[in-house]
């Protein structure tokens, strides 16, 4: 098996679109929850939303957009696009240049393309409206391109000219971890040399708020105190978006590059609930499952790990579900170590997106050097005593990490990641 490496991260998020900005959040905890207008309605019973900041895609017409200057995005390229398709774009954009790769070095047969993404229910509703309401050869011509869940590896893989492996990944909020997972088996396995991990999320009215049918969002005003993981009085997760890219590259390329290295990508592990479409088994079984064959592809011993970032979203019954699958795998040991601690009370949840995300979080926090505390907790959850919650960041660089996502239908995925040298 091949050694892989992740050489460059790609961030727009609610905490930062680079990844200067991301790791000064992430250190400070500094959060991207806001009171968000289009909620501020007598029928809309959720407030918070953690939006992206110096885009405007609010318009169904793309050439309506705002993007960075630091952007220049084709007006053929837009027609296909939706929100996080554009978001998706810039990210690979800052992993293509954090990892320092020419347009030889990625488009060709050995470099390949995962992406996530739940689609764009904002577009493919006002496509489908405007079908109906005026004819079906009055429909944009990308529009099935630009909405439906395949849509950012069908850009991405298009414009940026990619030859090898590449497909979408769909298990709700773990997709973008398992797209992370089998793109280490690409490498690892001598298939690929090079893969993009990419997820992505329009984190709109239309992606956030169909969950509060579902009871799954805080409905807290106050933006300091929705998105509270681990306390005993979190109510629901904040809904976000945007876009996250890691690159993941063979040992023979990092060497042949001489390139840059945030870490390594040691193992992973996959595993079902087999228990409910929608919560998380009671006892967090599929989970610790998932960790436990993460944790045996690497060769590892719990104790090892010296930093969990939890999957954590703030939801009374998920939050609990992974706490008992904690306390199993790490035992008496998980009172000093490992530490844990969940982002998303920073970032929101990002759905599909979280797993890449939080994968380049974790990339970041071993190259740098710090471990970002859970934020906002005032009250913990008796039910998390005897696991080291961390409520600050600590400035230490952890040698193993642990990664968790979890998904619609009880699907599990944890991701290992060691530093170098």
């Known amino acids: 098996m091949r050694k892989v490496y992740i050489t460059g991260v790609g961030f727009i998020t609610s905490i930062g679109n680079d990844a200067v900005t991301v790791s000064e959040s992430l250190r400070e905890l500094r959060h991207g929850m806001v009171q968000y207008p289009p909620f501020q309605k007598p029928d809309v019973p959720v407030k918070v939303a953690a939006p992206i900041r110096d885009f405007s895609t609010d318009s169904t017409d793309a050439e309506d957009w705002v993007i960075p200057a630091r952007y220049t995005v084709k007006r053929e390229i837009l027609r296909g696009m939706a929100p996080h398709g554009l978001y998706a ?6 992993a293509v240049e954090d990892a320092k790769l020419t347009e030889a070095d990625y488009s060709n047969p050995h470099t390949g ?18 079908m109906r309401k005026h004819g079906v050869m009055r429909c944009q011509p990308l529009g099935i391109v630009a909405s439906i869940s395949g849509t950012v590896n069908f850009n991405l893989v298009s414009h940026y000219k990619i030859k090898g492996a590449s497909t979408g990944f769909s298990s709700a909020c773990a997709s973008s971890a398992h797209a992370l997972g089998f793109a280490y088996d690409e490498i690892a396995l001598g298939r690929q040399k090079r893969m993009f991990v990419v997820g992505a999320e329009d984190g709109n009215v239309e992606s956030i708020l169909p969950f509060a049918g ?8 106050d933006p300091s105190v929705a998105s509270r993981p681990f306390d005993v009085a979190r109510d629901g997760f904040v809904g976000t978006g945007g876009a996250t890219v890691v690159v993941l590259e063979s040992e023979e390329e990092v060497e042949r590059r001489a390139a840059k290295v ?3 990508v040691a193992g992973w592990g996959q595993a079902s609930d087999g228990h409910n479409v929608a919560i998380s088994h009671p006892e967090g079984t599929g989970l610790r499952t998932a960790i436990d064959n993460a944790l045996r ?6 104790d090892a790990v010296d930093y969990v970032n939890a999957h954590a979203t703030s939801t009374p019954i998920g939050d609990l579900s992974e706490i008992k699958a904690l306390k199993t795998v790490f035992g008496s040991a998980a009172t000093t170590r490992p530490a844990i601690s969940s982002t998303k009370a ?17 990339a970041l926090a071993i190259r740098e050097g710090f471990m970002p505390g859970s934020a906002h907790i005032t009250n913990l959850d008796p039910a998390c005593e005897g696991l080291n919650i961390i409520r600050a960041t600590l400035p230490n660089r952890p040698n193993v990490v642990l990664s968790n996502s979890s998904g619609f239908g009880g699907a599990n995925v944890a991701l290992v990641f060691r530093s170098v040298g």
């Open 346 to 362: 920073l970032t929101g949840h990002g759905l599909s997106l979280a797993g890449a995300m939080e994968a380049g979080f974790c």
């Open 262 to 264: 945030y870490c390594e």
């Open 297 to 302: 592809s690497v060769d590892i011993s719990p």
């Open 113 to 130: 393309l995962y992406a996530a993404s739940g689609g764009s229910p904002f577009l493919l509703g006002y496509y489908l409206e405007r």
């Open 214 to 221: 579902m009871r799954a969002l805080s409905l807290q005003t």
């Open 89 to 94: 774009y810039c990210a690979i954009q800052q």
